[in-house]
């Protein structure tokens, strides 16, 4: 989460003259911190889940995932449409684009430092213990029901 709030912040530096490797560069970070963050996210929400509740929690995690990726378009769109009003993208407002942009990105990446706040409350990530893993469910038969022999 820290690498993707770093990139968001760097990319608020953004001008016409940023060379492009290290445009490249910043959205390679925005992308490896994602996924540095994805996983770990996951691995807490779904060992947070009792096995016979993966498919809720799975379900729950998708939504909120997009959900959050709705909510920041919808912000990001806000901040387009406060700048740039109702016309088309055009070379006569790249200046207003470039102010949406340093105005939609310190918000982003601050928005990204609170995620960060919320992962660290969150504690330590409770380990799954032996027999209680997907692949061991029911006393490590593999079998979902109740009292069911594999």
Same mark, same amino acid.
Request: charged fraction near 10%.
């Given at each position: ?55 809720? @929690? #799975? ?6 995932? %997009? &959900? =959050? ?5 919808? !912000?990001?769109? /806000? ?19 470039? @102010? #949406? ?6 918000? %982003? &990446? =601050? ?5 960060? !706040?919320?992962? /660290? ?30």
């Amino acid at each position: 989460m820290a690498g993707t709030t770093l990139a968001l912040g760097a990319l608020f530096f953004l001008d016409p003259a940023t060379p492009l490797p290290l445009l490249v560069a910043d959205l390679a970070l925005l992308g490896v911190g994602f996924a540095f963050f994805s996983s770990p996210n996951t691995n807490a929400v779904m060992s947070s889940a009792p096995p016979a509740r993966y498919a809720v @929690a #799975s379900a729950v995690l998708s939504t909120m995932r %997009l &959900a =959050g990726h709705v909510a920041s378009m919808g !912000l990001v769109m /806000l901040v387009f449409a406060w700048h740039m009003g109702k016309e088309p993208l055009a070379e006569p407002l790249y200046p207003r684009f470039q @102010a #949406s942009l340093r105005t939609a990105f310190p918000i %982003l &990446a =601050g928005l990204g430092g609170l995620g960060i !706040l919320a992962s /660290l409350a969150r504690g330590e990530v409770r380990r799954a213990s032996p027999g209680t893993g997907p692949a061991c469910i029911n006393g490590g038969t593999g079998t979902v029901g109740k009292g069911e022999e594999g």
